[in-house]
């Protein structure tokens, strides 16, 4: 079975902190994908990353960093000096076995963020 | 690159009417797309996969006849939801998956239509 937990229901911080969002994921997929997208008040989901299993290199791209472990099945984002723009709900998800299985995307149930002034 | 639109952006109906709604990929072709339901505070809970010029996959516990997806073009996906009930009202999204380096890889999704059954 194919799952992904994001245990943060949500978060508050104070603008300028840095916030770090949990994603553990369950596959017996050797192949597959990770992602995080971004859901800000609009609705419309943002796609921020893709990591494929093979690729445990960490990432950053400006503010945001992103912690992929395979040993702990962890892949999670890191907001550097959160601003008020970050307040948004982020959705962590799993996508195995691309071609087998249609690419479908298993989601977490989501991490609201709330940034305050 | 890699825009997919929905339209309408919301959309009012009386119960027991008939609600289409469309996906589009703006910039790419699209092979596969997907649409999802989302409840408020709710993570997105997917509907069907639809694949140009085929029948949709819909998931377990979807009625297929209530909510009709046709996938006729690269570029273009409908969703109707046929004879809408208050129970129907929801957020509805789509994704679409396309061909391209890159593009398969990943879904990108629409701004999603948000659907008031009174």
């Known amino acids: 079975a194919q799952k992904v937990t994001q245990a943060q229901t949500e978060i508050s911080v104070v603008e300028k902190e840095d916030v770090t969002l949990d994603c553990v994921y369950e596959?017996?997929?050797?192949?597959?994908?990770l992602f995080w997208y971004k859901q800000p008040p609009s609705g419309e989901l943002v796609f921020l990353i893709r990591?494929?299993?093979?690729?445990?290199q960490n990432e950053i791209s400006g503010r945001y960093s992103w912690n992929f472990q395979k040993s702990t099945s962890s892949f999670n984002f890191t907001i550097t000096a959160s601003q008020v723009v970050d307040s948004a709900v982020y959705f962590c998800a799993l996508s195995a076995q691309f071609y087998n299985q249609g690419g479908k995307l298993i989601f977490g149930q989501g991490t609201e963020l709330s940034v305050k002034p | 690159g890699a825009v997919v639109s929905q339209h309408p952006s919301w959309v009012i109906c009386k119960s027991g009417t008939s609600v289409k709604i469309e996906c589009r990929s703006l910039?790419?072709?699209?092979?596969?797309m997907f649409w999802y339901r989302q409840f408020p505070k709710q993570s997105l809970m997917l509907m069907a996969t639809?694949?140009?010029?085929?029948?949709?996959?819909?998931e377990q516990g979807v009625e297929k006849d209530k909510f009709l997806i046709n996938h006729a073009s690269l570029t273009l996906s409908t969703l109707t939801v046929t004879s809408a009930h208050p129970e129907d009202s929801s957020f509805y999204i789509c994704?679409?998956?396309?061909?391209?380096?890159?593009?398969?890889?990943?879904?990108?999704f629409g701004p999603g239509t948000r659907l008031t059954v009174l």
């Open positions: 910039d790419f072709q699209a092979t596969t």
């Open positions: 596959t017996r997929d050797t192949t597959y994908y």
């Open positions: 990591r494929n299993s093979f690729d445990e």
């Open positions: 639809s694949n140009e010029g085929s029948k949709a996959t819909y």
């Open positions: 994704s679409a998956r396309g061909l391209g380096q890159g593009l398969t890889d990943t879904q990108y």
